[in-house]
């Protein structure tokens, strides 16, 4: 079955530090990846996502993520995080199935705490 | 982008009744994908609703309990019903944004509706 599991539940981090969050997907198969965040009290919001290509991704407020498809992973990066981004972070990836459609699965989440 | 909104936004029910969200997207979309996030916990597929045709569910998951109906392009329903505690839960609707099915666009999501059983 297709799943996605992020490696930390919940990390702390103090402002200026450096964050990496792990994702690794199951499927071998075509993928589409993403990572969203969700702020306090607000909706799940985009951050990045990769299709093809370039496998390193640069999306909004300053996050990367580098795909490599030989460990099935799709890590988040950000050189140097801030209080406001402590938020829920989510890693996603669509699944093309055989059949006329196709989903998108969610990791479990990580919860980022940045102090200030 | 879509823009989606739901009703209700939270709602409070009690044990046995069912609750029916909305969801209206401003565009026409060719699939509508139901989540529930329960309380500290990740996104669920519930089902993914297709326009003319009957909702296809995740394992888990049966249209007894989370009927849905897909009346046209931008709005679709869910119903949760004979609730019990165990379906607290923010319950969202999200659309797939402008993209070929070889780079699937990404998921917008509704604010959601927060649903509390007594």
């Known amino acids: 079955a297709q799943s996605v599991s992020q490696h930390n539940h919940h990390v702390i981090l103090s402002e200026a530090a450096s964050l990496e969050l792990g994702c690794n997907y199951s499927?071998?198969?075509?993928?589409?990846l993403f990572w969203y965040v969700q702020y306090p009290g607000q909706h799940l919001q985009l951050l990045l996502k990769?299709?093809?290509?370039?496998?390193l991704v640069k999306g909004i407020k300053g996050f990367e993520a580098e795909f490599i498809k030989s460990k099935f992973s799709f890590n988040l990066r950000k050189p140097s995080v801030q209080w406001s981004d402590t938020a829920e972070y989510f890693c996603?990836?669509?699944?093309?199935?055989?059949?006329?459609?196709?989903?998108?699965?969610f990791g479990p989440g990580t919860s980022l705490s940045v102090i200030p | 982008s879509a823009v989606i909104s739901q009703k209700p936004s939270r709602d409070i029910c009690q044990r046995g009744t069912s609750l029916t969200i909305q969801c209206q997207v401003d565009?026409?979309?060719?699939?509508m994908f139901w989540y529930r996030q329960q309380p500290g916990q990740s996104l669920t597929l519930i089902a993914t609703?297709?326009?003319?045709?009957?909702?296809?569910?995740e394992s888990g998951f049966v249209i007894d309990k989370f009927p849905i109906s897909r009346p046209n392009l931008t709005f679709s329903t869910l119903t949760v019903s004979n609730l019990s505690p165990e379906d607290s839960s923010i319950y969202l609707c999200?659309?797939?944004?402008?993209?070929?099915?070889?780079?699937?666009?990404?998921?917008?999501f509704g604010e959601g509706s927060r649903l509390t059983v007594l």
């Open positions: 999200s659309v797939e944004g402008p993209g070929d099915r070889g780079g699937g666009g990404e998921l917008f």
């Open positions: 499927y071998g198969g075509t993928v589409n």
């Open positions: 990769y299709f093809s290509g370039d496998p």
């Open positions: 996603a990836v669509r699944y093309f199935e055989e059949t006329s459609y196709d989903k998108v699965i």
């Open positions: 565009s026409q979309v060719t699939m």
């Open positions: 609703a297709n326009q003319g045709s009957e909702a296809t569910y």
